[in-house]
């Protein structure tokens, strides 16, 4: 270990040094920690210790070995096999015969002189070899181009099961392991953060043992997601993320905010231009947002519903408390689109006199109209400004900011929200999404935040009939469609891609040709390689004019409401994923009629796309559909790992560390509540767990730093 390790071994200092530079390490120099930093992510020695091993190398006699796995074995060597060798080298193999006890084994070199081999192997000699086993016809084990060729006194000082972790090219596991083991030499025991009880329920190690058992495994076992060793990581990274999450939100609420008391009162008007009764579950929201906003703290809230709940009018009823108020509002889309359904629809059933006044502003707006958008918005005459990311620009300034409502949230950074967030005086923020979060994730993602959730869909609205049928069957889909067309339906065609670039997925261009053929002028196009527009007056024709069929990309994925659309037919359905299927799906159905889904697919079927297809024809329910999409493909797929945050967790297995976030949750809400700056007992312990999972930015809220 190097000098920064030989200082002061006391706690504080050991966490500090957790986060120095991979060259701290003795033997580590530049060329080696550019490599571990390639491998591990960064520059700090607490990523080496946290690079858990995938699998196990067990010490066994030849007689044992497993054909197909990397071994080392001890072995003496009784023949070499001087038919194979040849001084030109190039043309033979070396092979080399060793046995022990057990069985025997045969060595063969590629590209490698006779003259070396017999140097290096002597014959009655006993060597240790470390390489992949293969079995042969006759019975022999087979290591071709052996790794190591050491000495016995190497062999004996082996554990009998070595941990084998992922490696970048130019660094080997016998390097990785002695740098990882040079830290963990230096362990200190730090005092325990998790609750005595809960520890000694789940019969759990301390932190140094996990960390110990992990690094020399007693069994191969034990560097599996389900053991306790592993359970107790991955509690430590979660219970570290919880704590920051509430220690920011505590931060977040601080300070006092006028409760935002009505001069006026206009909600009542727009409810009844809005045209449906609101369910049980709009009303219950609109409670609990008016509940937070009269409660003198800031608003923090996410507020998720499947596709077709209502979330729209519940976001445009906050708006509205805001300025009954007297303050402004504003509401962030992820696309013009959507941006511009928004406008139409609350400019549509705002009072005409001029009370609330509602705005748009994109990257297409027109200079001179953004300019008097601008100046308005900043004399406080619009009261509801409405645009894409064009809000965040430093020109858009606000005269009262209250509150921000985010759509589709997962689809903007966290920077991008905080520049939002800093165009007023803390606004309260609302975000909203379609995209169902897995019940299994919701803590990991929003432990910081209030969660409500609509359950409902506005009455009257029928299931939406859901079938998978083969490509092969697509001439008799198209006469039911012409049939259903002469009937008034509305269809969205969705493509995979837009052109055929990629031979193995229909292209919406070729797909749009082909309708063609038989509706005629019925059907239009829209992807995301047209102006913008040429998109909006598309979407404009087919949600009002002489359209009946748009075959599209899934740019029409996110927020797109057309009442009238009432089939929804999904080209190489088995390409996509469940939880994008199901938001697909759902911008049919929003009418009192019949709607349906055709789900088009060619054989044959992987398993995991046959599960996908199986699935959505039997529920519609978004949040079991975005359970079921979690075990099949992951968080990252469906929450989007850069925007989420989900990525920032390196050693848990959502699938088997899941039930440890309502614990965890609960553990730091306990010790917030009783102990909010972290100082005393407890507390004080669960500063060294934010230390060791760089959360300094929690530590230095507690501290007022």
């Known amino acids: 270990m190097g000098t920064h390790f030989t200082e002061k071994n006391s706690i504080e200092g050991f966490l500090n040094l957790l986060y120095a530079p991979y060259t701290s390490i003795m033997g580590i120099g530049t060329h080696y920690a550019s490599l571990i930093e390639k491998l591990c992510g960064n520059n700090q020695i607490i990523s080496l210790l946290y690079h858990l091993p995938t699998g196990t190398k067990e010490k066994l006699p030849i007689g044992n070995l497993v054909d197909t796995e990397k071994h080392t074995i001890a072995a003496t060597f009784i023949k070499i096999d001087r038919h194979t060798l040849n001084r030109s080298y190039l043309k033979w193999p070396q092979k080399v015969l060793g ?17 070396h081999v017999e140097q290096r192997l002597k014959i009655g000699q006993e060597y240790v070899v470390v390489g992949s086993v293969k079995k042969t016809p006759k019975h022999h084990y087979q290591i071709v181009n052996p790794s190591l060729i050491n000495s016995l006194d190497y062999y004996q000082k082996l554990p009998q099961f070595e941990a084998v972790y992922p490696l970048t090219a130019g660094l080997s596991q016998r390097n990785l392991q002695k740098f990882i083991q040079s830290v963990l030499a ?17 019969q759990w190690p301390s932190w140094k043992q996990a960390l110990l058992q992990i690094h020399f495994p007693p069994y191969p076992e034990i560097i599996d997601p389900s053991s306790l060793v592993r359970q107790r990581l991955a509690y430590d990274e979660i219970l570290a993320n919880q704590l920051a999450m509430q220690l920011i939100r505590e931060h977040y609420r601080t300070g006092y905010k006028p409760p935002l008391l009505p001069k006026t009162s206009l909600r009542p008007l727009i409810l009844k231009k809005w045209g449906f009764q609101m369910t049980s579950s709009q009303q219950k929201v609109v409670q609990e947002i008016e509940a937070d906003l009269l409660s003198g703290k800031r608003l923090l809230r996410l507020l998720q519903g499947d596709v077709g709940s209502g979330k729209t009018i519940v976001g445009l009823m906050a708006m509205m408390m805001v300025v009954e108020a007297g303050y402004q509002s504003a509401l962030l889309a992820p696309t013009e689109i959507l941006a511009q359904q928004h406008y139409q629809k ?48 430093n020109e858009v300034q606000f005269k009262s900011l209250e509150f921000i409502v985010i759509d589709e949230q997962h689809r903007f950074g966290v920077h991008q929200r905080l520049i939002l967030g800093s165009k007023g005086n803390q606004p309260n923020i609302l975000v909203m999404t379609a995209t169902p979060i897995p019940r299994t994730l919701a803590l990991a993602i ?33 006469d039911r469609l012409k ?101 697909l799906r ?23 796309a046959k599960s996908r297809l199986e699935i959505l024809v039997k529920t519609q329910d978004g949040f ?26 390196k050693l848990v297995d959502i699938h088997s560390h899941h039930i440890l976030f309502q614990p965890a949750h609960q553990q730091a809400k306990l010790v917030i509540q009783k102990d909010p700056f972290l100082k005393e007992g407890d507390g004080k312990n669960l500063r060294n767990l934010l230390h060791i999972f760089d959360k300094y930015k929690a530590i230095r809220i507690i501290d007022g730093i």
């Open 483 to 583: 049939h259903m067309v002469k009937q008034g339906s509305k269809i969205f065609w969705v493509c995979p891609s837009i052109d055929e670039t990629d031979s193995q997925l229909v292209a919406v261009k070729k797909r749009f040709e082909q309708l063609q053929k038989f509706f005629g002028p019925l059907v239009g196009l829209l992807h995301g390689q047209l102006k913008n527009i040429e998109k909006q007056r598309v979407l404009d024709n087919f949600t009002n004019g002489t359209l009946q069929i748009l075959a599209t990309t899934t740019i029409i994925e996110v927020g797109v409401d057309v009442a009238e659309a009432d089939i929804m037919v999904i080209d190489d359905a088995d390409k996509f994923g469940l939880s994008q299927l199901h938001q």
């Open 99 to 115: 046995h022990d006890n057990t069985g025997i084994a045969e060595l063969v070199f590629f590209n490698v002189p006779a003259d």
């Open 586 to 608: 759902g911008r049919v159905g929003r009418n009192r009629r019949q709607s349906y889904c055709v789900l088009l697919y060619r054989e044959p079927l992987s398993p995991i």
């Open 624 to 649: 079991e559909i975005a359970e079921q999409d979690l075990k099949l493909r992951g968080s990252g797929d469906i929450l989007g790992t850069q925007q989420s945050g989900f990525n920032v967790f």
């Open 346 to 393: 609350i400019a549509a059933i705002l009072p005409p006199d001029g009370t609330c006044r509602v705005a748009l502003i994109t990257s297409s707006t027109a200079n001179k109209q953004r300019q008097i958008i601008l100046k308005e918005l900043k004399e406080g005459k619009i009261h509801i400004l409405i645009g894409t990311h064009s809000l965040l620009e």
């Open 186 to 202: 230096h362990i200190p025991e730090i005092p325990e953060w998790i609750d005595p009880q809960f520890l000694l329920k789940k």
């Open 446 to 478: 929003y432990g910081n935040i209030d969660v409500s959730i609509l359950h409902e869909k506005p009455a009257g609205r029928l299931p939406i009939d859901t079938k998978a049928i083969r490509n092969e069957r697509l001439p008799e889909l198209v």
